[in-house]
């Protein structure tokens, strides 16, 4: 009982950390990273479709893109959505493919989006303590049911909070190392 409430709750903070790895990889950093363009879908015949199954994504240097759908005829629904997310990109069209210029962030760009960083990592500390507290309700339902003891109860309790604590310091490390890249010049 107490072995399978562990792994659950280890399992969904764990995700909690691969979206917040996510989230983040798609915060623009002043560098090209593919990761920018992870969450714009491109309507392919009828269908929003992630940009990664429609074309390539290269950064062939650190301050462009370059987008090349396997389509011709997608160019300018690329264009359109590339336009749609708002990511302060400018694609250029040209020659079968897109190029997308990496302008350098401003400083007040760089200050919006460590808040953002802040905000993403702040929202998984949410997630993981919600893991904690519903395990601890797991816990305490199996304690009435004469599941567990109550030392087992009190183990568990002491087990969930490290777990907690151990997911929130590395959710602190990840902010810490985006807030440096996104505010390095």
Sequence with gaps: MLKEIYRDSDNRMNKTLETLA?????????????????????????????LKQVASVTAPDPK?????????????????????????????SEAGVIRLPIPP????????????????????????????????????????????TEDELHQGQKHLQDATDSHINKIDRMIDAKDAEVMEV
């Design 22 to 50: 996510r989230e983040l990889a798609g915060i623009r950093t002043g560098k090209a990273t593919t990761n920018i363009l992870d969450g714009i879908k491109v309507e392919y015949y009828g269908t929003p479709t992630p």
């Design 105 to 148: 962030l401003t400083e007040e760009r760089r200050k919006e989006m460590v808040k953002l960083v802040k905000k993403f990592g702040e929202d998984a500390k949410v997630a993981v303590r919600n893991v904690r507290r519903d395990s601890i309700e797991a816990l305490k339902k199996a304690e009435k049911e004469g599941k567990i």
């Design 64 to 92: 462009m893109l370059v987008v090349q759908p396997w389509e011709k005829n997608l160019i300018p629904e690329i264009v359109k959505a590339i336009q749609k997310a708002d990511l302060g990109l400018n694609p250029i």
